[in-house]
Nanobody, 127 residues
Framework: VQLQACGGGLVQAGDSLRLSCASS????????LGWFRQADGKEREFVAA????????LYGDSVKGRFTISRDTRQNTVYLQMNNLKPEDTAVYYC?????????????????????WGQGTQVTVSS
């Protein structure tokens, strides 16, 4: 499985961005997917995750109510809609995937669960 993230950019505080992560060479529908981010000098942080079916989602506390994760199985793509962006959202954003059974949505905020990682896309929010 290969994951490729895109959609980052430079925006102002309060703006919105939508990140995309496309999957190729693998069975996208068998993956639970997540987004993580890493700011300069900081550890990688969990942002959001979505189950294989899309029926379950999980968000990091710092993005709840502002970010929405979704997936389109026909397009083999997972999205991260980011609204009301803040300067502290500035980071490199990574998508990640892990094969799961349908009922498994455990420890999705744990980056060690994930087998596949995209290359990252930079999001910069100016104040």
């Amino acid at each position: 499985v290969q994951l490729q993230a895109c959609g980052g950019g430079l925006v102002q505080a309060g703006d919105s961005l939508r990140l995309s992560c496309a999957s190729s060479r693998g069975s996208f529908s068998r993956l639970a997917l997540g987004w993580f981010r890493q700011a300069d000098g900081k550890e990688r942080e969990f942002v959001a995750a979505i189950s294989r079916t899309g029926g379950n989602t999980l968000y990091g506390d710092s993005v709840k109510g502002r970010f929405t994760i979704s997936r389109d199985t026909r397009q083999n793509t997972v999205y991260l809609q980011m609204n009301n962006l803040k300067p502290e959202d500035t980071a490199v954003y990574y998508c990640a995937g892990v094969p799961t059974i349908i009922t498994d949505f455990q420890r999705m905020d744990d980056q060690t669960r994930y087998h596949y990682w995209g290359q990252g896309t930079q999001v910069t929010v100016s104040s």
